[in-house]
């Protein structure tokens, strides 16, 4: 389809003929806080041990991102008060507790959410205590919400792709998460593929929460995991989800955001490469109404040479105080050379009174990549379409549903899970219905 009417846009140049001005081959030099091995996962995730003695912080609170504060202990995070960079577009009075835990006798200890599984042969599910070896290697959290909830979550659910396993788009695991009521709550999840595994896990939440997760995706060397998480909640429930992906050398990952039903979503994805070969793929779809806060915060570590990733989110708001919030950090390395990476943020507001804030941003520290680059666009209807397909007899209603739907199913169809694919398409159908004219 053609562009929106253009409101705000910020797009940087990508740079494909391998150096970038006032850059040498070495690149940049890196700051302390910068260490040329991250603090997501790797070395530091290894220096602590299992149960309730993980290690301390790594990294400065609001430094550059590839300096962000990291740690298990909740102890190691400052309460929370807005003005950080991570939480100034929060509304931190909606988040129900979930942002003051441990503060002034604040607790998670809400009954976990149900998780029931649907999964083919040869995948196995597991409910595991938080002493298990395999919780902790793919990431560590990076606010002080996620951190609560790994202190406070009593079990895990555990999905294990064999190595070599072949799953396909009609074969594929499902954990449906419904929560169990208002009171908060922490729940862990850890996805892992093997090596040379292939197959689809989809995280489906459901039912009402005030929910503080964290999901580990750890997928080994030469695998191709799709996860599709799909926040589909009441219209009271708060959720945030921090989801932590590594990549190992050769592996190939999409990773989904759906996010529809809840009051507030707050969704901070984080991938980090530890081979070269890499290749990441991160999507999202989001539809406010009047009143919810959506919002993504989403970091790409390229901590390795030769590896790709892409960003594509997309997002529709309609009704008074609709908010939908997207901050896409991605980071070079020094020693990442030949990276290629692009991230994308398109927004179309439907009706007056909703809100997009986009904000994509790039470190880079060597200027020996193969292209780097982001876009963000926030509109609304393009008047030019709309008189077209009113030229030829659509009635004004008709034609409108026709552009949201042909914005949104770019991400849609990426998916490539054709009972998934239906499914969003009527949710998208069921919103659009609800669109004030």
Same mark, same amino acid.
């Given at each position: 389809?053609?562009?929106?009417?253009?409101?705000?846009?910020?797009?940087?140049?990508?740079?494909?003929?391998?150096?970038? &001005?006032?850059?040498? @081959? @070495?690149? @940049?030099?890196?700051?302390?806080?910068?260490?040329?091995?991250?603090?997501?996962?790797?070395?530091?995730?290894?220096?602590? /041990?299992?149960?309730?003695?993980?290690?301390?912080?790594?990294?400065?609170?609001?430094?550059? #991102?590839?300096?962000?504060?990291? /740690? +298990?202990?909740?102890?190691?995070?400052?309460?929370?008060?807005? #003005?950080?960079?991570?939480?100034?577009?929060?509304?931190? &009075? #909606?988040?129900?507790?979930?942002?003051?835990?441990?503060? &002034?006798?604040?607790?998670?200890?809400?009954?976990?959410?149900?998780?029931?599984?649907?999964?083919?042969?040869?995948?196995?599910?597991?409910?595991?205590?938080?002493?298990?070896?395999?919780?902790?290697?793919?990431?560590?959290?990076?606010?002080?919400?996620?951190?609560?909830?790994?202190?406070?979550?009593?079990?895990?659910?555990?999905?294990?792709l064999p190595a070599e396993f072949a799953g396909t788009a009609e074969n594929l695991t499902t954990l449906t998460i419904t929560g169990q009521g208002n009171t908060p709550a922490a729940s862990h999840i850890v996805v892992h593929a093997k090596k040379f595994a292939t197959g689809v896990v989809v995280l489906d939440h459901r039912g009402s929460a005030v929910l503080s997760e964290n999901v580990e995706i750890l997928v080994e060397d030469g695998a191709n995991l799709t996860v599709v998480s799909i926040q589909d909640w009441n219209d009271d429930t708060v959720h945030a989800s921090a989801q932590h992906l590594t990549v190992g050398r050769d592996a190939k990952v999409k990773h989904v955001v759906v996010n529809l039903g809840g009051n507030l979503l707050r969704t901070t994805p984080s991938a980090r490469f530890t081979g070269t070969g890499g290749d990441v793929e991160m999507n999202g779809l989001y539809f406010a109404d009047a009143g919810q806060h959506l919002e993504h915060r989403l970091f790409v570590d390229h901590s390795t040479r030769n590896c790709k990733s892409r960003v594509t989110y997309k997002g529709a708001l309609q009704g008074e105080a609709a908010h939908a919030v997207w901050i896409g950090d991605v980071l070079i390395r020094k020693q990442a050379e030949s990276t290629d990476t692009y991230e994308l943020n398109r927004n179309l507001i439907l009706?007056?009174?909703?809100?997009?804030?986009?904000?994509?941003?790039? @470190?880079?520290?060597?200027?020996?990549?193969?292209?780097?680059?982001?876009?963000?666009?926030?509109?609304?209807?393009?008047?030019?379409?709309?008189? +077209?397909?009113?030229?030829?007899?659509?009635?004004?209603?008709?034609?409108?549903?026709?552009?949201?739907?042909?914005?949104?199913?770019?991400?849609?169809q990426s998916i490539r899970v054709p009972a998934l694919e239906e499914r969003l398409r009527e949710s998208v159908e069921r919103e659009l219905a609800a669109t004030p004219q």
């Open positions: 389809m053609t562009e929106l009417t253009q409101e705000h846009e910020t797009d940087a140049n990508v740079w494909t003929q391998g150096f970038i &001005k006032g850059m040498t @081959e @070495e690149g @940049e030099s890196l700051s302390e806080i910068n260490p040329e091995t991250g603090p997501l996962a790797g070395g530091s995730a290894k220096a602590h /041990s299992h149960g309730d003695s993980h290690g301390g912080g790594v990294g400065v609170p609001d430094s550059s #991102r590839a300096g962000r504060l990291t /740690s +298990y202990k909740l102890a190691d995070f400052p309460a929370i008060t807005g #003005r950080e960079e991570d939480w100034r577009f929060t509304p931190l &009075k #909606r988040l129900r507790g979930l942002d003051r835990v441990g503060i &002034k006798g604040q607790e998670l200890n809400g009954p976990a959410p149900v998780v029931e599984v649907s999964k083919p042969d040869g995948v196995s599910v597991e409910t595991v205590g938080r002493d298990d070896a395999r919780i902790g290697s793919a990431g560590i959290p990076e606010d002080r919400v996620a951190a609560a909830a790994w202190e406070n979550f009593a079990e895990a659910t555990v999905v294990t009706t007056q009174g909703a809100r997009a804030d986009s904000v994509p941003n790039l @470190e880079i520290e060597t200027g020996l990549i193969e292209g780097a680059g982001h876009a963000s666009t926030t509109g609304r209807f393009d008047d030019e379409q709309l008189f +077209y397909l009113q030229a030829r007899g659509i009635e004004e209603s008709v034609a409108r549903r026709l552009v949201v739907r042909g914005f949104l199913n770019e991400v849609i």
